[in-house]
């Protein structure tokens, strides 16, 4: 099992930047990517950003894309860094892992998820 947790949300102005963090623990030695999901009441989850653990491959979401960057650490904790936050960026954001290979921007094929981190974007 790996262990999702996600913290750094919060309630920011338009034009603000804000870091996410996921630290991940368990079974991370076998996790292919992980990746940023967001979700609004209502909504599927959408696609936000993901990356690769053995290459370090990136992927970003067409609606954040220049604004987002996903990186990771050593110490099995990813990041979302998020600038030029606009209103419609308001969702509660999900970390998940995958262990499989394949379109990292394909929620249903990640095995583990946080509770989530609420990011408020005022304006």
């Known amino acids: 099992q790996a262990q999702l947790v996600e913290s750094g949300g919060g309630l920011v102005q338009a034009g603000d930047s804000l870091r996410l963090s996921c630290a991940i623990s368990g079974r991370t030695f076998r996790a292919y990517a992980s990746a940023w999901f967001r979700q609004v009441p209502g909504k599927d989850r959408e696609f936000v950003a993901a990356?690769?653990?053995?290459?370090?491959?990136t992927y970003t979401g067409d609606s954040v894309k220049g604004r987002v960057t996903i990186t990771k650490d050593a110490k099995n904790t990813v990041y979302l860094q998020m600038n030029g936050l606009k209103p419609e960026d308001t969702a509660v954001y999900h970390c998940a892992a995958r262990l499989t290979t394949g379109d990292v921007s394909f929620r249903p094929e990640y095995e583990y998820w946080g509770q989530g981190t609420q990011v408020t974007v005022s304006s």
């Open positions: 990356i690769t653990w053995n290459h370090g491959w």
